[in-house]
């Protein structure tokens, strides 16, 4: 078993040995039911115990943005990919953000170099799954750069700008660059800030993030992976396909004019469905030893079939607006659900949030009821959870949310310190970690009970997952949280750490 990385790592152990997770490696059930609140637990056990790729499917983008936010801090933002879907609407002559493509190119890398790099789990909401991949987008590879490497900057440039990359005077967002004599500035698709490559000859001297307010370099990185900024991109293929789009589909001759003569603009994205005959998706290319998960099932086709009607009532109305012969003949961006799973053999788990038969596997577990504010009736609760016998996690937002925690519930005679890891809070005890989590859990059957700071008022806050990846540069850190012993709620008695 892989040993945890995070703070909250060691809280996937207590449910590697349950029934339900033996269930999902077993392969002896189609169905598993895990409420929604203890999904992530069960998803990074069955990872950490497994050690084989998990692929989790969810109806909604915000379902998938808030389980991948609690496996990354299960597992570590290196073991969870999201593959986000795009934010325009299909036909909408608008590009997709040059960050989404740019995710969403790292997991089909990822996938398709196998191996160590194959991210340990992969969420992603149905309608990034059920759209249709570009031509042979997932063969584009990453621009690999490490300080001492050779690197020869005409070839470096003609590769990003091949990618989608920008040329531009200063680089102030993602998928532009720079150059300035031997200087080259980057902005990644997937990353966080712009790198600086200072090149000594042909070799990369020194590799340094800046910021974008004052260009000033803030920290030396190792090396970067840089992704490419485009889905859609003008390789013969696609400029051969658009020539003959011009005779076939003169309604959109202008378009099919510019793509033919290898122009790259915003909005060339929209037409991807009439540039490609395959229908390839992210699920073929996911390798036969890993495991999907269907996070309600039901929900997923239902929201599968939505995409499918809605592309059907925009391809009506435009149409006419594009003097187009008919919606119906339009191809379509997405593709039905059935199709989802059709080229892969890897095993199929159905994920419901409650049991369809009393046979189906269930793992028992719950919400933390919100406590609306109230210090005093919260500070009663978790002494009540410690009284009983369980390990009481509170999740904190950060390290000055946890200690403002730790001390309303010390006000209230509850000793619950600010711990680094939750692994030393041992049974009738509570602690503090800072790690932020959209969803806590009560689980009876392991006496195990984790509050998320959302959790306390009943809201959940709109949060964006870590970006950072396989290729982003490291972030500068600090050692904000207070390392203590953990104690109970009684006085007198010491958790330790096994």
């Not at 080259?184 to 800030?193: A, E, K, L, Q, R």
């Not at 090149?199 to 307010?213: I, K, N, Y």
């Not at 009738?428 to 859990?441: D, N, Q, Y």
């Amino acid at each position: 078993m892989t040993p945890p990385v995070t703070p909250l790592g060691s809280l996937i152990d207590v449910l590697a040995d349950s029934p339900v997770v033996d269930a999902l490696i077993g392969g002896r059930a189609d169905a598993v039911a895990v409420p929604e609140a203890a999904r992530a637990l069960a998803v990074a056990a069955l990872r950490s115990r497994a050690e084989r790729p998990v692929l989790v499917a969810t109806p909604t983008v915000i379902d998938a943005e808030r389980l991948a936010n609690d496996l990354s801090q299960l597992l570590g933002s290196e073991t969870v990919e999201l593959y986000p879907a795009w934010e325009t609407l299909p036909f909408e002559r608008v590009s997709p953000s040059v960050e989404t493509m740019g995710r969403r190119l790292r997991v089909m890398w990822r996938l398709r170099t196998g191996g160590r790099s194959t991210p340990g789990v992969i969420v992603a909401p149905v309608r990034a799954l059920v759209q249709r991949l570009g031509p042979h987008v997932e063969d584009i590879e990453p621009v690999i750069v490490r300080t001492g490497a050779e690197l020869d900057r005409d070839q470096l440039l003609e590769g990003l700008v091949s990618t989608g990359y920008r040329r531009e005077y200063q680089v102030e967002a993602r998928g532009e660059v720079a150059v300035r004599g031997s200087i080259v500035d980057i902005y990644p698709s997937t990353s966080d800030h712009p790198i600086r490559l200072d090149l000594w000859g042909d070799e990369v001297d020194r590799l340094q993030a800046f910021s974008v307010a004052d260009q000033r370099a803030t920290h030396d990185v190792e090396g970067m992976a840089v992704f490419g900024a485009r889905e859609l991109l003008p390789t013969p293929e696609v400029r051969e396909r658009a020539r003959s789009l011009v005779e076939t589909e003169p309604w959109g001759e202008k378009q099919w004019e510019r793509i033919a003569d290898g122009e790259v603009f915003d909005g060339m994205e929209s037409w991807l469905p009439w540039l490609t005959a395959d229908e390839h998706l992210l699920t073929d290319l996911f390798p036969a030893s890993g495991v999907v998960l269907l996070v309600e099932p039901t929900r997923m086709r239902d929201r599968a079939l939505e995409l499918l009607d809605d592309e059907a009532a925009l391809a009506d109305s435009l149409s006419g607006t594009w003097g187009a012969p008919g919606g119906d003949g339009f191809p379509r961006l997405s593709l039905p659900f059935d199709r989802l799973l059709a080229h892969t053999d890897a095993r199929v788990v159905a994920l419901p949030a409650s049991p369809d038969s009393p046979s189906t596997p269930h793992l028992p577990a719950t919400s933390f009821d919100p406590v609306a504010g109230s210090a005093e009736t919260l500070a009663q609760r978790v002494r009540s959870l410690c009284a009983d016998g369980n390990r009481v996690v509170l999740a904190a937002d950060g390290a000055a949310s946890a200690e403002r925690l730790s001390t309303v519930l010390g006000d209230d005679g509850v000793e619950a310190p600010v711990l680094a890891d939750a692994a030393d809070i041992g049974p009738g005890s509570a602690g503090v970690v800072p790690a932020p989590l959209e969803h806590g859990a009560v689980i009876p059957s392991v006496s195990v009970v984790v509050i998320a700071e959302s959790d306390l008022g009943g809201r959940r806050r709109p949060r964006r997952r870590s970006r950072r990846g396989p290729g982003a540069a490291p972030t500068a850190t600090r050692d904000s949280s207070r390392v203590t012993s953990s104690s109970t709620c009684s006085t007198g008695s010491v958790a330790t750490r096994g």
